[in-house]
């Protein structure tokens, strides 16, 4: 809007398409996942309902509608809307997605750890300050690390088209305009992934939730200068991490910020206090960690690369860079999944177990048939997706221009 450069235009309109694409699949698999609330987990609804009411509510009636009426603005208005309005409208599908984001984090937060709540006589909970739920300090740190990831992904996927089409020397106007973007926003996401949000949470699992760093890092054994394994298998059976490669005293150090801080191994916890399925919560924290750092050297040696004005015709950066666009959804995942894996036994930690919070009346049978169920329909929501991703990228930014030329020479 700024420049008047119709070249940015035209990478706007192609990434506005995209988005609407993702915003569409992530509404309908979206809603299945609240309707769990009430059909999966109804005990849990019962007992906590009083407080995740307050954000899930908010979620929807606030953010969603904000972010789902600007959307409809900013897709099909730009020739009704003056640049500003429409600019406007792109800013407001900004704050209500983001927003929306945190009224999420801000309950799986709560479930992390509880805080500003009161128990009833029927052990339900109740709510005792709004603002206590909201400003939750778990939650700010988790949700400045989760956008950092999603704005990591975003930044990926924008370089890798670009890499991709500059390797095809396709749409290399656009193609520079993606490249240099990605990277710059990428370097940023990525640092600030690591610190301070990376480090925040982490302090705020080994306070809270130190049953949950000592999985995490496979220690079983309590410590003084712990170390910070790097590589290995953990062995229940054995209670030792094997063939460990760590960093000695670091895991103190990242936690307390003493070398010789005591960090408690998971033989200092009862059994059943335990994360559940520890193998696989070792494995997603260090495949999280391991793709970040991977993020950082990408990005870093990109930015390099872009300041000396050569990774536009550094093919084999380019290369990395578009090879690298499926990772981040991988960490994304794991992160989630060391999240919560991390948090059983409990539901809500330290209150209620997830053995106490399933609808009792739903059968295994009947659990699995809709896990099925919603894996087969996910899978072809996930065909489609890909499916109208790679024609948006086929067609390319240039395309709408292309067709209207090409309409204009046959009139």
Not at 79 to 93: D, E, G, N, Q, T
Not at 138 to 153: E, P, R, V
Not at 214 to 230: C, F, H, N, R, W
Request: aromatic content about 16%; overall charge neutral; glycine content about 10%.
């Amino acid at each position: 809007m700024r420049k008047n450069d119709e070249s940015y235009n035209r990478a706007a309109r192609f990434w506005a398409k995209i988005f609407g694409i993702n915003f569409v699949l992530g509404v309908v698999t979206g809603i299945p996942m609240e309707f769990q609330f009430g059909t999966n987990w109804s005990h849990f609804s019962q007992y906590a309902g009083g407080v995740i009411g307050q954000t899930l509510a908010m979620e929807g009636t606030f953010a969603f509608f904000l972010e789902s009426a600007f959307l409809g603005l900013f897709l099909y208005g730009e020739k009704k809307l003056s640049p500003k309005m429409h600019w406007f409208s792109a800013f407001m599908v900004f704050v209500g997605s983001w927003l929306s984001g945190y009224f999420i984090v801000a309950t799986d937060a709560w479930m992390q750890h509880p805080v500003a709540y009161e128990r009833a006589a029927d052990g339900s909970f109740h709510l005792t300050s709004f603002w206590g739920l909201i400003l939750n300090p778990w939650a700010i740190w988790q949700y400045l690390h989760n956008m950092s990831g999603a704005g990591i992904t975003g930044a990926f996927v924008m370089a890798s088209i670009g890499a991709f089409y500059l390797l095809s020397k396709r749409h290399v106007d656009q193609a520079k305009i993606f490249i240099r973007t990605g990277v710059v926003a990428g370097l940023l996401f990525t640092v600030f992934q690591i610190f301070p949000t990376g480090d925040q949470q982490g302090k705020m699992i080994a306070n809270h939730q130190p049953a949950t760093l000592a999985a995490m890092e496979g220690l079983y054994d309590t410590q003084k200068g712990a170390p910070m394994a790097i590589f290995g298998q953990p062995d229940g059976a054995k209670q030792q991490l094997d063939n460990p490669l760590t960093v000695p005293k670091m895991l103190s150090f990242l936690s307390y910020k003493h070398w010789n801080a005591e960090v408690k191994g998971m033989n200092a916890f009862p059994k059943e206090d335990l994360p559940d399925n520890i193998a696989l919560l070792y494995f997603a924290y260090h495949i999280m960690v391991g793709l970040g750092t991977m993020f950082i050297a990408i990005m870093g040696l990109s930015a390099l690369l872009l300041w000396t004005n050569k990774l536009f015709s550094a093919k084999w950066m380019l290369w990395i860079i578009m090879l690298a666009a499926p990772f981040p959804y991988i960490a994304n995942t794991a992160g989630w999944m060391t999240a919560e894996l991390g948090r059983q036994p409990w539901l809500i930690h330290g209150l209620l177990r997830t053995s106490e919070g399933y609808s009792k009346m739903v059968s295994a049978g009947n659990g699995w048939f809709t896990l099925l169920g919603f894996m087969g329909m996910y899978t072809v929501l996930s065909i489609l997706f890909l499916f109208l991703v790679y024609r948006e990228i086929a067609t390319g930014p240039e395309g709408e221009a292309l067709t209207e030329a090409a309409a204009a020479g046959r009139n």
